[in-house]
């Protein structure tokens, strides 16, 4: 006899846990469904790993910025220990996870998540209902339609590398190539970025990338930008890239080429047809309340729903809306304003709210606070020479619209232009808060 229940959840990341207890605390049956360990992205194959593994490179790097300055020794990146390290976070979630399933009465399945119907999945040869349906599945490498497309890694293999090769090559310009570049050029690794677009980076204030990129020059990092990769093969005991660009074709030999050009939702193993969801471009086809247009019993939340930025707090965020509209009928959507976002690169480069191309294009008049500020004290306490802002603040209202930071701390004072963007705060306001003193946020009243 088939179980039942009241929600099947596809996924057992962020978006999966929060959405499953919180409806199964209003008295629903729940089951979750993974093929692999459970936990999700973020706290096996992304931020939460990546960050460890940030924050030994960023020791180093420090130690490094400090000699001659009281700093002494011979300071370097050991793979094997950060590994190690990083698995001390990630090896117990999948047990942990589990094991909050199972203590909250959450059902929970090992294997591949098929649809036979509008609320009917196969989990390899078992099949259960549900009166509703979560996709959080997360996401998955794009394909790039390229000869040797098989030989690439993704983020997941290269954060499980037992050893670093000497010379990589990752494909792609955005975060992941970005901050693994960053990790593996300190721990010794000769380090390539092909991006087939004019610059890295995109979604972050060009002016702070141009900043940042005195950082990859400095620890030897070869950007291509325009370098569309056409081909990679396998040659001994390792790879030649190929790529053409604005100057022609160009080869790169590697011993590991990285997948960082991009990611969508994990949907195609799904078969969204049996279910009669709808879906376009790779994307589901949802309504405001995160809803499926066409099988109304199925929801999706986080990089699975795509409707707000592929990030962690995203994803909570949507499976706290989705289990209020299971739980209380169709009445919440999902608010994206003021979402900050970070690339752990070494340092960070953060942005929330508008960029000055999006302020124009609303008509907005507006003001600009702006400058590399590498002689500011927070540069100079941490022997840092990349340090910089881009503020924008609404003449008329006086409110923040957007802020792009680069530099020490930057991770963290975006949340106080995130926290002033989500709630109206105006600069002024942020301007006569008083601050902990010498601190990143103390810098604040300055850049407005």
């Known amino acids: 006899m088939r179980k039942k229940y009241d929600l099947a959840i596809i996924g057992t990341g962020t978006a999966a846990m929060v959405a499953a207890m919180r409806v199964k605390t209003g008295g629903w049956s729940v089951a979750v469904i993974d093929f692999r360990p459970f936990g999700g992205t973020c706290a096996l194959r ?7 593994m940030v924050g030994g490179a960023d020791a180093v790097d420090h130690a490094w910025r400090m000699q001659g300055r009281g700093v002494t020794g011979d300071t370097h990146l050991e793979w094997t220990g950060l590994l190690e390290f990083k698995r001390s976070l990630t090896d117990p979630v999948p047990e942990e996870r589990q094991k909050a399933f199972t203590q909250k009465g959450i059902d929970s399945f090992h294997g591949r998540a098929r649809f036979m119907g509008p609320n009917t999945i196969d989990i390899e040869g078992e099949t259960i ?9 997360g996401a998955e490498p794009v394909s790039l339609g390229i000869p040797g497309e098989e030989h690439l890694i993704d983020n997941a293999a290269f954060l499980d590398l037992e050893r670093l090769p000497k010379h990589i090559v990752l494909v792609g310009g955005g975060y992941i190539a970005a901050e693994f570049s960053h990790i593996a050029s300190r721990a010794g690794a000769q380090v390539t970025i092909l991006q087939h677009g004019e610059r890295m980076l995109k979604h972050f204030d060009p002016d702070l990338v141009g900043w940042l990129m005195d950082k990859f020059a400095e620890l030897g990092i070869n950007v291509r930008t325009d370098a569309e990769v056409t081909a990679i093969e396998s040659i001994g005991a390792g790879y030649r890239i190929t790529a ?16 960082a050009a991009g990611r969508k939702p994990a949907l195609d193993d799904l078969d969204l047809a ?8 790779g994307r589901l086809v949802l309504n405001e309340h995160l809803q499926s247009v066409s099988n109304p019993s ?7 729903a795509q409707m707000g930025p592929p990030l962690t707090p995203v994803s909570s965020h949507d499976a706290k809306v989705v289990a209020a509209n299971l739980l209380d009928g169709n009445r919440h959507v999902p608010d994206y304003n003021g979402v900050p976002s970070v690339a752990f690169t070494i340092p960070p480069i953060a942005a929330v709210g508008l960029t000055e191309a999006d302020a124009r294009e609303k008509g907005l008049r507006f003001r600009v606070n702006s400058e590399r500020a590498d002689g500011w004290f927070t540069a100079r306490q941490a022997a840092e020479k990349v340090f910089g802002f881009k503020v924008l603040v609404d003449e008329e209202t006086d409110r923040v619209l957007g802020a ?3 530099g020490p701390h930057a991770e963290e004072v975006i949340n106080i232009f995130s926290l002033a963007i989500r709630h109206g705060l105006t600069a002024e306001q942020l301007k006569s808060t008083m601050f902990a003193y010498p601190t990143g946020a103390s810098d604040i009243s300055s850049m407005l």
């Not at 992304?46 to 460890?52: I, L």
């Not at 199925?298 to 699975?304: H, P, T």
């Open 46 to 52: 992304g931020c939460d790993p990546k960050k460890m």
């Open 129 to 137: 209902e549900a009166r509703h349906v979560l996709i959080a599945a």
């Open 244 to 259: 053409k660009g604005s100057d022609g074709e160009m080869k790169v030999e590697a011993d590991l080429v990285v997948h």
């Open 274 to 281: 049996a279910a009669g969801v709808t879906h376009a471009d």
């Open 298 to 304: 199925v929801y999706a939340a986080g990089d699975a």
């Open 404 to 406: 792009h930071l680069v």
